[in-house]
């Protein structure tokens, strides 16, 4: 045990966590170097903003902040709805990593282990180290899940496995058959996280599989309004899966959780297709342009389906050198050395202009 500066005695696997260390905000950088412009390309954001009429219903929402909100039961029922579900298969939480704490909280024994590969969401990192279980990990192979190899790693105490698809911060994504094999060989008292934050922009692959299309009893599925929705503020997550993991996982949730804004601002979002489409298009094009130019000036560029590029720099002091650069032009990226990639930096896609003006700045760095 150690102490912290109260007295109290703080147990080693808390003394030794890291805490998330969320992106770099724009204005922090524009004070610091004294830029008249900077352009954030660091957290997986949605460039285009937030749907009006979502920011409309959260406006509408904020006149009923007297009140205690529903406990995210108008956002179940709507989602159900969406996809032909019962509400007792839905769950919605404080973003998807607040579902993700629940269940490691529900879930794990202190005997348990947790399983997933090196490098997974870091968000995911912290909640599961923070739990002080066993956390082991497998190499990815070629920047994905390594399946075969997590599947061999199963053993009589694992409890929890975490894939998440398409990955982060690789961007790669396993198919609906590599999965089901997977699958097989997973004991029915494992739990599967299945996260899919970034479905809304996987599914412009074609071999990208969408997961309400094959369900599988110790399964949940997570997906978010913080990416495609742009509602990373507001904090809205959603799960699906069996009755029976839902039912256990509402008792243990926050009971009001998602806020009252926070619930009107999703169902405002779900309300408009139009800003999903034009969400998902610019998402496309960029992607495409970031990864021809960063691979014509000579990156690694792993290829992505999410809102997202990661490069493979080969040298961790050459990545630091690198975003310390872009930073002193007013272009914010994300090291990836906290989640284990120190050679690597992941690239947001921005709106046109801001992708341009990103890759300007990198070629005077490269430059130079």
């Known amino acids: ?17 890291k805490a998330y260390e969320p992106g770099l905000g724009a204005e922090e950088i524009q004070q610091k170097y ?57 769950i919605a939480g404080s973003g998807s990593e607040g579902i993700i704490s629940n269940v490691v909280r529900t879930f794990l024994n202190d005997d348990d282990e947790v399983l997933t590969t090196e490098a997974a969401f870091l968000g995911f990192q912290v909640l599961a180290r923070g739990r002080g279980v066993t956390y082991r990990t497998v190499p990815y192979r070629n920047w994905h899940y390594d399946l075969t190899a997590l599947a061999n790693a199963i053993n009589s105490k694992t409890k929890l496995i975490y894939l998440a698809n398409p990955n982060n911060p690789t961007g790669t994504f396993f198919t609906r058959q590599a999965f089901e094999q997977f699958h097989k060989r997973v004991p029915e008292r494992v739990l599967i996280i299945l996260d899919e934050a970034y479905y809304e922009f996987g599914v412009v692959e074609q071999s990208y599989p969408d997961s309400m299309h094959y369900r599988f009893d110790n399964v949940i599925t997570l997906r978010t309004f913080s990416k495609a929705y742009g509602l990373a503020a507001a904090r809205v997550g959603y799960g699906f899966g069996h009755e029976g993991l839902i039912s256990v996982l509402l008792k243990v949730k926050l009971p009001f959780e998602p806020s009252g804004p926070s619930e009107a601002a999703a169902l405002g979002a779900l309300e408009d297709r139009e800003f999903m489409i034009r969400t998902v298009a610019n ?86």
């Open 1 to 17: 045990m150690s102490t912290c500066t109260t007295g109290i005695l703080v147990p080693p696997h808390i003394s030794a966590l």
């Open 34 to 90: 004294g830029l008249a412009r900077v352009v954030k390309m660091a957290s997986n954001e949605n460039p285009l903003g937030a749907s009006l009429n979502a920011i409309e219903r959260a406006q509408q929402a904020l006149l009923n902040l007297a009140r205690y909100p529903s406990g995210g039961l108008a956002l179940r029922s709507k989602l159900a709805e969406l996809f032909s579900l019962d509400v007792c298969n839905v």
């Open 283 to 368: 998402n496309a094009k960029g992607l495409v342009y970031l990864t021809r130019n960063l691979r014509d000036l000579g990156f690694d560029v792993v290829p992505s389906a999410g809102n997202f590029v990661m490069v493979d720099l080969k040298d961790e002091n050459r990545a630091k050198s690198i975003f310390q650069n872009l930073l002193e032009r007013g272009v914010i990226v994300r090291p990836l050395a906290t989640t284990g990639l120190p050679n690597c930096l992941r690239i947001s896609v921005g709106t046109p202009e801001e992708n341009e003006y990103f890759l300007r700045s990198l070629k005077l760095v490269v430059e130079r």
